[in-house]
């Protein structure tokens, strides 16, 4: 065995094994976790039903304005989905967890096959060891991620984009449209890349003379045949083949609220050490300067550009800073690697970003992970998956409940009043305060009426954590 092939699975299998690190202490997943998983589950049995239209199961989607409205649910990238139905079609669901731990993994091969092909092994090396540690890829590189599925897709589109525009391989150049349209279905917000390119060429050539190569036409050519399935999507569900991305860009005001324009000026809490590395890659670059190389120039058009746009969206969330933090991991590697350091340096470097990237990212993961709500939650699942298989869950939780429990669920009524639950030996309605926390006096209030009005048939109360299970049969005297 080549020794760079031993390596490359040597890091594989670190990267693998500290996102596995993190998946076991997941108690209960997130809510875009469980959508995506859910939709996973319907598609494997309807395959051509994007929808929420006969599900048992709903996605928090504003009513009205249709068709930008509920039962379509366009506006979550397909891709995800389709690949993990595949799981749950061979009957090996029980595997899922595992998928984007892998594709996580695998990413930090390929970040070290995009430094070797834009600089040299020795930044390939350095690069995908501080990729696998940043804080962000470790969070979600152990979830059911859009962001981190998309990442991969983009990695290998710019590694086929820099064969194919700076190595003349012109095959090369149309994977590159096949890969960046991967990426763009499976998170919409990679679209945001696009003008990178464009960026790119217009620095290096001064001109677009690019645009007489014809193998950029086949490639742009190949994007938009990936694409036809989801235009066809569009007409079909929305009457407009951009309906689905559409949809998307309405979606992101769906949740979240809106943040500071400053909101990702967090280099320690996003990027941790790997940040530190960077921002005095940022001052050698000027002392040397190194902006001129294309390298260079490429890496930051792509880092500052998507930083930007992120920037001025309204609602923002630390993932979706996750494709740049392959260019930032890249520039980092490509400094060490210039500066010329000792071994020994190299490793109290890399030991020194892993302590402060790792432990405590991990510290407080577990915190939030290993809790009493989060125990309590779990339990209560488990007792719900136990139920008639024709029972109905009454939850503002939804997708969580439906992917874990594979019951039918509907959303309390809102306002809320009793007497509109519907009323059967099999209907139940979950408490938490995973959802519900007891601080807030309408949701004590709330646990009140149930524990007041129906039968409690499930209960856990541990370490400030609460779940409870009330059947909705009758009214208790």
Same mark, same amino acid.
């Given at each position: 065995?080549?020794?760079?092939?031993?390596?490359? #699975?040597?890091?594989?299998?670190?990267?693998? #094994?500290?996102?596995?690190?993190?998946?076991?202490?997941?108690?209960?997943?997130?809510?875009? !976790?469980?959508?995506?998983?859910?939709?996973?589950?319907?598609?494997?049995?309807?395959?051509?039903?994007?929808?929420?239209?006969?599900?048992?199961?709903? =996605?928090?989607?504003?009513?009205?304005?249709?068709?930008?409205?509920?039962?379509?649910?366009?506006?979550?990238?397909?891709?995800?989905?389709?690949?993990?139905?595949?799981?749950?079609?061979?009957?090996?669901? *029980?595997?899922?967890?595992?998928?984007?731990?892998?594709?996580?993994?695998?990413?930090?091969?390929?970040?070290?096959?995009? $430094?070797?092909?834009?600089?040299?092994?020795?930044?390939?090396?350095?690069?995908?060891?501080?990729?696998?540690?940043?804080?962000?890829?470790?969070?979600?590189?152990?979830?059911?991620?859009?962001?981190?599925?998309?990442?991969?897709?983009?990695?290998?589109?710019? @590694?086929?984009?820099?064969?194919?525009?700076?190595?003349?391989?012109?095959?090369?150049?149309?994977?590159?449209?096949?890969?960046?349209?991967?990426?763009? @279905?499976?998170?919409?917000?990679?679209?945001?890349?696009?003008?990178?390119?464009?960026? /790119?060429?217009?620095?290096? =050539?001064? *001109?677009?003379?690019?645009?007489?190569?014809?193998?950029?036409?086949?490639?742009?050519?190949?994007?938009?045949?990936?694409?036809?399935?989801?235009?066809?999507?569009?007409?079909?569900?929305?009457?407009?083949?951009?309906?689905?991305?559409?949809?998307?860009?309405?979606?992101?005001?769906?949740? $979240?609220?809106?943040?500071?324009?400053?909101?990702?000026?967090? %280099?320690?809490? #996003?990027?941790?050490?790997?940040?530190?590395?960077?921002?005095?890659?940022?001052?050698?670059?000027?002392?040397?300067?190194?902006?001129?190389?294309?390298?260079?120039?490429?890496?930051?058009?792509?880092?500052?550009?998507?930083?930007?746009?992120?920037?001025?969206?309204?609602?923002?969330?630390?993932?979706?800073?996750?494709?740049?933090?392959? %260019?930032?991991?890249?520039?980092?590697?490509?400094?060490?690697?210039?500066?010329?350091?000792?071994?020994?340096?190299?490793?109290?470097?890399?030991?020194?970003?892993?302590?402060?990237?790792?432990?405590?990212?991990?510290?407080?993961?577990?915190?939030?992970?290993?809790?009493?709500?989060?125990?309590?939650?779990? !339990?209560?699942?488990?007792?719900?998956?136990?139920?008639?298989?024709?029972?109905?869950?009454?939850? =503002?939780?939804?997708?969580?409940?439906?992917?874990?429990?594979?019951?039918?669920?509907?959303?309390?009524?809102?306002?809320?009043?009793?007497?509109?639950?519907?009323?059967?030996? *099999?209907? /139940?309605?979950?408490?938490?305060?995973?959802?519900?926390?007891?601080?807030?006096?309408?949701?004590? @209030?709330?646990?009140?009426?149930?524990?007041?009005?129906?039968?409690?048939?499930?209960?856990?109360?541990?370490?400030?954590?609460?779940?409870?299970?009330?059947?909705?049969?009758?009214?208790?005297?």
């Amino acid at each position: 065995m080549k020794k760079e092939t031993r390596n490359l #699975i040597l890091l594989f299998l670190f990267a693998f #094994i500290l996102r596995i690190l993190f998946l076991i202490f997941i108690k209960v997943r997130c809510w875009d !976790e469980t959508v995506y998983l859910s939709l996973a589950r319907d598609l494997s049995s309807n395959f051509f039903n994007y929808s929420l239209n006969g599900a048992y199961w709903s =996605d928090y989607i504003p009513f009205g304005n249709f068709p930008y409205s509920w039962p379509n649910i366009g506006f979550r990238a397909p891709f995800l989905s389709y690949t993990l139905s595949l799981f749950y079609k061979m009957g090996i669901s *029980n595997l899922v967890k595992l998928f984007i731990p892998l594709v996580s993994a695998f990413s930090s091969v390929l970040v070290y096959f995009l $430094g070797k092909k834009i600089f040299n092994a020795k930044t390939g090396w350095y690069s995908a060891i501080l990729f696998s540690i940043i804080p962000i890829n470790l969070l979600w590189g152990a979830r059911v991620s859009t962001g981190v599925y998309g990442l991969f897709f983009l990695l290998l589109s710019f @590694l086929f984009f820099w064969k194919g525009f700076e190595e003349g391989d012109n095959k090369s150049k149309i994977f590159f449209g096949i890969f960046l349209a991967l990426s763009l @279905l499976s998170r919409y917000t990679m679209m945001w890349i696009f003008p990178v390119f464009l960026i /790119y060429f217009l620095v290096r =050539d001064k *001109n677009l003379k690019i645009l007489k190569d014809k193998y950029l036409w086949f490639a742009i050519l190949a994007f938009f045949i990936i694409l036809i399935p989801w235009f066809i999507y569009g007409i079909n569900y929305y009457s407009n083949p951009l309906g689905a991305f559409i949809h998307g860009v309405m979606g992101s005001g769906f949740w $979240g609220g809106a943040q500071s324009l400053f909101f990702y000026i967090k %280099p320690l809490t #996003i990027f941790s050490g790997v940040g530190l590395i960077f921002v005095f890659s940022l001052f050698y670059f000027c002392k040397e300067k190194k902006f001129y190389n294309k390298r260079i120039y490429l890496l930051l058009i792509w880092f500052f550009f998507f930083f930007i746009v992120a920037s001025l969206v309204s609602h923002k969330e630390g993932r979706f800073l996750l494709p740049i933090i392959a %260019p930032l991991c890249l520039l980092s590697g490509y400094f060490l690697e210039q500066v010329k350091l000792k071994n020994k340096f190299l490793i109290l470097i890399f030991a020194g970003v892993f302590l402060i990237s790792f432990i405590p990212t991990f510290t407080d993961f577990y915190q939030e992970e290993i809790t009493g709500t989060s125990y309590c939650f779990s !339990e209560g699942l488990d007792y719900i998956s136990s139920l008639e298989g024709n029972s109905v869950v009454y939850t =503002d939780e939804s997708p969580i409940v439906y992917s874990y429990t594979e019951k039918e669920t509907r959303f309390y009524p809102n306002p809320w009043n009793l007497s509109k639950l519907e009323f059967g030996k *099999n209907n /139940y309605i979950l408490y938490t305060d995973y959802d519900k926390p007891l601080y807030l006096e309408e949701n004590v @209030l709330f646990r009140e009426d149930l524990r007041n009005n129906l039968e409690m048939v499930f209960s856990c109360d541990e370490d400030w954590g609460i779940t409870e299970v009330y059947r909705i049969s009758s009214l208790s005297d």
